[in-house]
């Protein structure tokens, strides 16, 4: 019996490929030098889209491939998938929730210690024998008892809010409505009040066009100058010019950040400045965390192809 045909967007560990290339016929769309006309060669024998949660499934890419019957993503996040386009044929999406989460909580707060504490400057420090030459590392700031706020309290924000309750932080969280998982931690209703009255603000928000930019000019600058953004999201939940603009201007104190429009490609002016801690979108990137999530990619396309219920279903 031939192999089921997917179409496989970007690249996996060995492990996934070698697990999908025994089951299915991988057909590696990110190699293609020519992408529409490897398209139109291989799309009407495609049944499959394997896919990377940043990467997604476009309208043309799902309108181009008429037998398609599934879209599995490499990620929780599925914002770069066209849900309309799919829903219109009845394709149906899944995704990598879960298995992630705790290792995205991990790289926030690590990112909020790591800045706030200066430990990438006190390193050079150290290396380029300043500490010998120079002396004492200039002062940086705590983070005990300092107030953090989370804008989104789904899975990932809650387990950023118990790792911070760790520290001695005071947790509030903003979300549509007050979660009755979270007790002990202050509800506030908005994004602009939840900065205006927090230190740090976690940006934990499922991205979708109703999120777009929902952090913008008016609340980065009411997070303020002492203030510090980390955001372990999507790019997309945040104005990204009013965010150069406030950090360049001394508006906003400092940013965290492990997502970018058009990343890999970055705004240059992030380069020049050292009031950030910029990260290449690896929040989920442990050989624990990626082996689940390779493994619930190809779980899903099995099941579907089996007739069996879909693991992890978004559509
Ligand atoms: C991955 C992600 O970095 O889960 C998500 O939504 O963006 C990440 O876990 C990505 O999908 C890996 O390619």
Redesign the pocket.
């Given at each position: 019996m031939s192999k089921v045909e997917i179409l496989q967007v970007?690249p996996y560990p060995i492990w996934d490929d070698e697990r999908l290339n025994a089951r299915f016929t991988m057909h590696r769309y990110f190699e293609a030098e020519d992408k529409q006309a490897f398209l139109k060669e291989h799309a009407q024998k495609i049944r499959g889209i394997a896919t990377?949660?940043?990467?997604g499934a476009s309208r043309a890419m799902i309108e181009a491939l008429p037998a398609l019957e599934i879209i599995s993503?490499?990620?929780?996040?599925?914002?770069a998938v066209d849900l309309d386009a799919a829903r219109a044929r009845n394709i149906r999406v899944t995704?990598?929730p879960d298995v992630?989460t705790k290792d995205?909580a991990d790289l926030g707060v690590a990112m909020m210690m790591c800045l706030s504490r200066g430990m990438i400057g006190a390193e050079a420090w150290v290396k380029s024998g300043n500490w010998a030459s120079k002396g004492l590392y200039p002062l940086k700031h705590r983070v005990h008892g300092k107030r953090a706020g989370i804008l989104g309290l789904g899975r990932i924000g809650y387990e950023v809010g118990r790792r911070l309750s760790g520290f001695d932080m005071d947790i509030l969280y903003s979300d549509v409505a007050a979660k009755d998982y979270a007790p002990d931690w202050t509800f506030v209703e908005g994004a602009e009040k939840l900065a205006e009255s927090c230190d740090f603000l976690f940006v934990t928000l499922a991205a979708s066009a109703a999120t777009r930019h929902i952090v913008g000019k008016q609340v980065i600058e009411a997070l303020g100058p002492e203030g510090m953004l980390i955001n372990i999201s999507?790019a997309s939940n945040i104005d990204e010019d009013a965010l150069l603009d406030a950090l360049e201007s001394g508006k906003l104190g400092s940013a965290a950040l492990d997502?970018f429009e058009g990343e890999p490609n970055l705004n240059p002016r992030f380069l020049a400045l050292d009031n950030v801690l910029l990260q290449p979108?690896?929040?989920?990137?442990t050989y624990e965390?990626?082996k689940a999530?390779g493994k619930l990619v190809f779980d899903n396309l099995d099941a579907h192809f089996s007739g069996k219920p879909l693991p992890t279903p978004v559509l």
């Open positions: 970007g990377r949660g940043e990467l993503v490499y990620g929780v996040g599925y914002d995704n990598t992630l995205v999507r997502v979108h690896h929040a989920s990137g965390t990626r999530m």
